[in-house]
């Protein structure tokens, strides 16, 4: 194997073990933005209510806010660590989240909050958005989380170079 074969390798096998690892992060970091929603429905459960409520209840459109919060934050953190020459990309993507992500989530979440009864659309539209945020989550915030890993914590890189513990 040549040099250049042996470098590109390293570079992509450090890739994906920054990626793989920023997917677990997140995923941890999702778990406890849904945990009070998992208390939410176990509570109404066991007061007899459907499992479902939870989607019209306003802690999903909250839920939402978060996710999108987070990923913005995911993705700064991962552009301020490679200190792109342009910043065009990363202020594209952050809009695009506040705009057709963070903003719908707190509108929805004021009318939830606001409204009585709740319209079915209403229901409909912070199920979606929430789901949104999960993948946007992911989509961008892995990407970003990977990034400063990569660029910005060398804990990872440490952590390969550590004899083997006996």
């Known amino acids: ?3 250049e ?3 590109v390798g390293n570079v992509d096998d450090t890739h994906q073990t920054h990626r793989k690892a920023a997917f677990y992060a997140l995923l941890g970091d999702l778990l406890f933005i849904i945990l009070p929603l998992v208390v939410i429905s176990i509570v109404d459960v066991s007061v007899g209510k459907s499992l479902f409520v939870i ?3 306003p802690e999903l459109s909250f839920g939402s806010a978060v996710l999108f ?3 913005i934050i995911k993705v700064v953190s991962g552009f301020a660590h490679t200190k792109p020459t342009g910043a065009e990309q990363p202020v594209f993507i952050i809009a695009l989240i506040i705009v057709f992500g963070l903003v719908p989530s707190l509108v929805v979440l004021a009318l939830l909050l606001s409204i009585s009864p709740i ?3 209403l229901v409909l539209a912070q199920a979606g958005i929430f789901v949104l945020g999960v993948i946007t989550f992911f989509f961008f ?11 910005g914590g060398r ?5 390969a170079v550590l004899p083997p513990s006996k």
Do not use: E
């Open 1 to 3: 194997m040549d040099k």
């Open 5 to 7: 074969t042996f470098i």
């Open 55 to 57: 989607i019209q209840s």
């Open 69 to 71: 919060g987070q990923t």
């Open 119 to 121: 319209p079915n659309g």
């Open 141 to 151: 915030g892995v990407d970003g989380h990977a990034l400063s890993l990569r660029y």
């Open 155 to 159: 804990q990872l890189d440490r952590l």
